[in-house]
């Protein structure tokens, strides 16, 4: 059965800093290229940043410079650091994995909430 489950979301002050973790099970975790996600209320699902299986990273240009992924291959674990946080970026964070072997795989993790606000 796979899972990913994410954890470190919480409340913290505009400005500030956190660090989200998504731990895999059930795959073969260096085949997947891992990412993060966040929808906010009343808005479409975006992504904030995606890892390759060969750790070529890319970002929505709204976290450039602020956000880092970054993936542990030896823990099954992808990270999403997150510093000078905005309100803009209050949503729910969701791990995804993907691989692409002539069909798709496509897995999520049920989210963890990011609130920004003083």
């Known amino acids: 059965q796979v899972q990913l489950v994410e954890s470190g979301g919480g409340l913290v002050q505009p400005g500030g800093s956190l660090r989200l973790s998504c731990a895999a099970s059930?795959?073969?975790?260096?085949?997947?290229?891992m990412g993060w996600y966040r929808q906010a209320p009343g808005k479409q699902r975006e992504l904030v940043a995606d890892v390759s299986s060969g750790g070529i990273t890319n970002y929505a240009d709204s976290v450039k410079g602020r956000f880092t992924i970054s993936r542990d291959n030896a823990k099954n674990t992808v990270y999403l650091q997150m510093n000078s946080l905005k309100p803009e970026d209050t949503a729910v964070y969701y791990c995804n994995g993907k691989l692409r072997v002539g069909v798709q795989f496509d897995y999520w993790g049920q989210g963890t909430q990011v609130t920004v606000s003083s």
């Open positions: 059930g795959i073969v975790f260096s085949f997947y290229a």
